[in-house]
């Protein structure tokens, strides 16, 4: 299995970015699928989560309204747009496949597949 995120970058406060990540060696469309976040001197924190058939996300409440979670499952992918970005949204961000059910979706724990993650650095 192999998740590769893309899309990272630098961007001023109130700027966006889409960030993506492929997906490969499973059955996609059995997956949710999440995003997660990681700050220096921060532990791993939960962003955003889409189910299998896209039909129901969940969000971060530090991130509702202002990120975006989506899938498409022909071409094996999910991705997070992210608009008006601020400098606590900087990090390193992950994206997960796991047989995560609603109860669990927000837990790292939940999720057994990680890709390499994607820098995200917003300035003041």
């Known amino acids: 299995v192999q998740l590769v995120e893309s899309g990272g970058g630098l961007v001023q406060a109130g700027g966006s970015l889409s960030l993506s990540c492929a997906a490969s060696?499973?059955?996609?469309?059995?997956?949710?699928m999440g995003w997660f976040r990681e700050a220096p001197g921060r532990e791993r924190e939960f962003v955003a989560a889409?189910?299998?058939?896209?039909?129901?996300?969940y969000y971060a409440n530090s991130v509702e309204g202002r990120f975006t979670i989506s899938r498409d499952n022909a071409k094996k992918a999910v991705y997070l747009q992210m608009n008006s970005l601020k400098p606590e949204d900087t990090a390193v961000y992950y994206c997960?496949?796991?047989?995560?059910?609603?109860?669990?979706?927000?837990?790292?724990?939940?999720?057994?597949?990680w890709g390499q993650g994607t820098q995200v650095t917003v300035s003041s």
């Open positions: 997960a496949a796991g047989r995560a059910i609603v109860t669990t979706i927000r837990r790292a724990s939940a999720y057994n597949y």
């Open positions: 060696g499973l059955t996609f469309s059995g997956y949710s």
């Open positions: 889409i189910k299998p058939n896209g039909g129901s996300t």
